[in-house]
């Protein structure tokens, strides 16, 4: 096989699997907002589907760097190494909070590890942070690499506004008085994100059914 489709097709089912696992994680965020999911089911959803992102986000953007000419390889090598910022910072909350406070909580001992928990302005909070900082920064180092025309124009418009709204999830972070209406600034997220990597995807679909 044809070592550019190999690159095409796990760029494209990776790009589907980040997309997917972050609507999941957006739906969870609404259902704990309006209070369908409590204690521990939401926390487990939020931060296993948050998780989920991780590998295919990176994939999906490595895939990305390989495919793109020589001389713009400068902006995917940057989004790259953004992208495993973002991967760092991520992990290591969601992996803590899984596999250490959850159970601590669930056992009665949420004392013992509160310095992990991720509360607002918390150690974990600002992981979380500072992961989705990177992670815009992944796509606004992507966008020299995108033409401006063809469809590679609308992944291009996808990635300027997921780096455009990435000021308004810092706000929500970082704001001193956190509250859900702050957290609805960060809502235009929501679409931003999962649209830049399904536009992404696409054009990775696009290039396998032009033959390669």
Request: include cysteine.
């Given at each position: 096989?044809?070592?550019?489709?190999?690159?095409?097709?796990?760029?494209?089912?990776?790009?589907?699997?980040?997309?997917?696992?972050?609507?999941?994680?957006?739906?969870?965020?609404?259902?704990?907002?309006?209070?369908?999911?409590?204690?521990?089911?939401?926390?487990?959803?939020?931060?296993?589907?948050s998780l989920g992102i991780v590998i295919p986000f990176i994939l999906e953007m490595l895939a990305f760097h390989y495919v793109t000419p020589l001389e713009k390889k400068?902006?995917?090598?940057?989004?790259?190494?953004?992208?495993?910022?973002?991967?760092?910072?991520?992990?290591?909350?969601?992996?803590?909070?899984?596999?250490?406070?959850?159970?601590?909580?669930?056992?009665?001992?949420?004392?013992?590890?509160?310095?992990?928990?991720?509360?607002?302005?918390?150690?974990?909070?600002?992981?979380?942070?500072?992961?989705?900082?990177?992670?815009?920064?992944?796509?606004?180092a992507g966008i020299p690499a995108l033409a401006k025309r063809g469809f590679q124009k609308w992944v291009r418009l996808s990635f300027i506004a997921n780096a455009l709204?990435?000021?308004?999830?810092?706000?929500?972070?970082?704001?001193?008085?956190?509250?859900?209406?702050?957290?609805?600034?960060?809502?235009?997220?929501?679409?931003?994100?999962?649209?830049?990597?399904?536009?992404?995807?696409?054009?990775?679909?696009?290039?396998?059914?032009?033959?390669?």
């Amino acid at each position: 096989m044809n070592i550019n489709r190999i690159v095409y097709k796990t760029g494209y089912f990776a790009g589907i699997a980040a997309f997917g696992f972050t609507v999941a994680y957006c739906v969870v965020q609404l259902m704990q907002v309006v209070q369908i999911t409590h204690f521990p089911i939401d926390e487990i959803l939020i931060y296993s589907t948050s998780l989920g992102i991780v590998i295919p986000f990176i994939l999906e953007m490595l895939a990305f760097h390989y495919v793109t000419p020589l001389e713009k390889k400068f902006w995917t090598h940057a989004a790259i190494i953004f992208a495993i910022m973002y991967a760092v910072f991520v992990t290591a909350n969601y992996v803590v909070q899984l596999t250490t406070v959850i159970p601590m909580k669930l056992r009665g001992e949420a004392e013992k590890v509160r310095i992990l928990d991720q509360t607002p302005h918390s150690l974990f909070w600002d992981f979380d942070a500072l992961g989705y900082f990177f992670m815009g920064l992944s796509t606004l180092a992507g966008i020299p690499a995108l033409a401006k025309r063809g469809f590679q124009k609308w992944v291009r418009l996808s990635f300027i506004a997921n780096a455009l709204v990435t000021p308004l999830i810092m706000f929500v972070y970082f704001y001193p008085n956190y509250s859900e209406k702050i957290l609805a600034l960060g809502y235009p997220w929501a679409i931003t994100a999962p649209l830049s990597m399904l536009m992404l995807a696409l054009m990775f679909r696009r290039e396998i059914n032009a033959g390669y």
